[in-house]
């Protein structure tokens, strides 16, 4: 069965302390993988779309990688608006989507 | 430009009732979608649209589940004799093609509590 998952399920981090995140999902058939945020009561928000093995995106802080097997989520120098719950999901051939369980980060001051 | 919007945002109701969720896609916008979210679990798949018909209905739960789009817009999301465990917050998501690489983007979802 094709899955996404993700850990640490949760992460503390120090404001200023780096980390990364992990996603591993199945290989058969994906054609994207996504990463979104989502604050507590919102939706999620998209943030990269990787596509092939190799491939890096950056947005502020953050910088996503892609392997053949899985994808890192970093977060440089994190601040306390970095905290939220961070999704991944792979596509599949069809478009449809498969979100891991999350990552919780929580930056304190 | 306006994003994804659901109504109602909170929705208590008895269990045995029935309750419609609606969802507003991006407008020009002809995939839609509907995930569930339970407490500390990930996003489970229900439904998806492309124009207003459904090629894949495999994540709905039961047969008390069922979802329309009308008009290649809006969506209602029908649960009838609500259950307990139907308790969670329905997502809904748009994406313009529907293709395996269009990105999804969400609305803020409908916290729905069965009592």
């Known amino acids: 069965e094709d899955q996404v998952t993700q850990s640490p399920e949760a992460l503390r981090l120090q404001e200023g302390e780096s980390s990364s995140l992990n996603c591993s999902y199945t290989?058969?058939?994906?054609?994207?993988l996504f990463w979104y945020r989502q604050d507590p009561g919102k939706g999620p928000e998209f943030l990269f779309t990787?596509?092939?093995a190799g491939e890096e995106k950056e947005k502020e802080r953050l910088k996503a990688t892609l392997t053949k097997k899985e994808s890192f989520l970093h977060i440089t120098a994190p601040k306390p608006e970095d905290s939220a719950t961070y999704l991944c999901a792979r596509a599949d051939s069809w478009g449809k989507f498969q979100f891991g369980a999350g990552t919780q980060v929580v930056v304190t001051p | 430009g306006a994003g994804v919007s659901q109504s109602p945002s909170n929705k208590v109701t008895e269990k045995g009732k029935d309750v419609e969720l609606r969802c507003d896609p991006i407008s020009g916008h002809t995939a839609l979608y509907w995930y569930r979210q339970s407490l500390g679990q990930g996003l489970e798949f229900l439904i998806y649209?492309?124009?207003?018909?459904?090629?894949?209905k495999s994540g709905l739960p039961s047969d008390r589940f069922s979802a329309e789009r009308t008009g290649g817009s809006v969506s209602t999301l029908t649960i009838q004799r609500t259950q307990q465990e139907d308790s969670a917050v329905y997502l809904c998501?748009?994406?313009?093609?529907?293709?395996?690489?269009?990105?999804?983007?969400f609305g803020p979802g409908t916290r729905l509590t069965v009592l």
């Open positions: 649209f492309q124009g207003n018909s459904a090629p894949d």
């Open positions: 990787l596509y092939s």
């Open positions: 998501a748009s994406s313009s093609q529907g293709s395996s690489t269009d990105t999804q983007y």
């Open positions: 290989v058969s058939g994906l054609r994207g």
